[in-house]
């Protein structure tokens, strides 16, 4: 094989990696899981939630980062930083509310592996809920537990 079509196989293969970018899928609780895509530093997705009854699935569009662990964000290490719907489409009305979904990369039973604020025109941040990330949709991961942040903490 000559030079020239050994550097055009070798560039083919690398667009396609990263054209088509690393896939996740994983479990937020007994019911609910986020499938999504990384593509270079843009994320986007979807998290299921229909088949708890909700009547739409939510939409993820956002962005792959490291939070660093001594920012003491609730979850840090390579994550995908997402906006999400989820007021809007488990309500079906306009809440005028946002939601960010803070996902890990890569699922955990020891470090928490998501998180969910809330801003709805306060001017505030909070956390709403956590939880650990299972290995792969659906799958429950015995022994972990998820909570509602019913006092509604302000991050600073």
Same mark, same amino acid.
């Given at each position: 094989?000559?030079?020239?079509?050994?550097?055009?196989?070798?560039?083919?293969?690398?667009?396609?990696?990263? /054209?088509?970018?690393?896939?996740?899928?994983?479990?937020?609780?007994?019911?609910?899981?986020?499938?999504?895509?990384?593509?270079?530093?843009?994320?986007?997705?979807?998290?299921?939630?229909?088949?708890?009854?909700?009547?739409?699935?939510?939409?993820?569009?956002?962005?792959?980062?490291?939070?660093?662990?001594? &920012?003491?964000?609730?979850?840090?290490?390579?994550?995908?930083?997402?906006?999400?719907?989820?007021?809007?489409?488990?309500?079906?009305?306009?809440?005028?509310?946002?939601?960010?979904?803070?996902?890990?990369?890569?699922?955990?039973?020891?470090?928490?592996?998501?998180?969910?604020?809330?801003?709805?025109?306060?001017?505030?941040?909070?956390?709403?809920?956590?939880?650990?990330?299972?290995?792969?949709?659906?799958? /429950?991961?015995?022994?972990? /537990? &998820?909570?509602?942040?019913?006092?509604?903490?302000?991050?600073?």
């Amino acid at each position: 094989m000559n030079t020239g079509k050994l550097l055009f196989f070798v560039v083919l293969v690398f667009y396609c990696a990263v /054209a088509h970018g690393q896939s996740y899928s994983f479990g937020l609780d007994s019911c609910t899981y986020e499938t999504f895509t990384v593509n270079g530093v843009y994320a986007s997705g979807t998290e299921h939630v229909t088949q708890c009854g909700a009547p739409a699935d939510i939409v993820l569009i956002g962005f792959k980062l490291a939070i660093p662990i001594k &920012s003491g964000a609730t979850v840090t290490g390579p994550v995908a930083i997402f906006a999400s719907n989820v007021s809007d489409a488990t309500s079906e009305i306009y809440t005028g509310c946002q939601i960010m979904l803070v996902s890990r990369l890569k699922a955990s039973s020891r470090r928490l592996g998501w998180v969910q604020y809330i801003g709805c025109g306060d001017g505030g941040m909070y956390v709403v809920n956590y939880g650990y990330l299972t290995p792969r949709a659906n799958e /429950a991961m015995t022994g972990t /537990a &998820s909570g509602v942040n019913s006092d509604l903490q302000k991050v600073d």
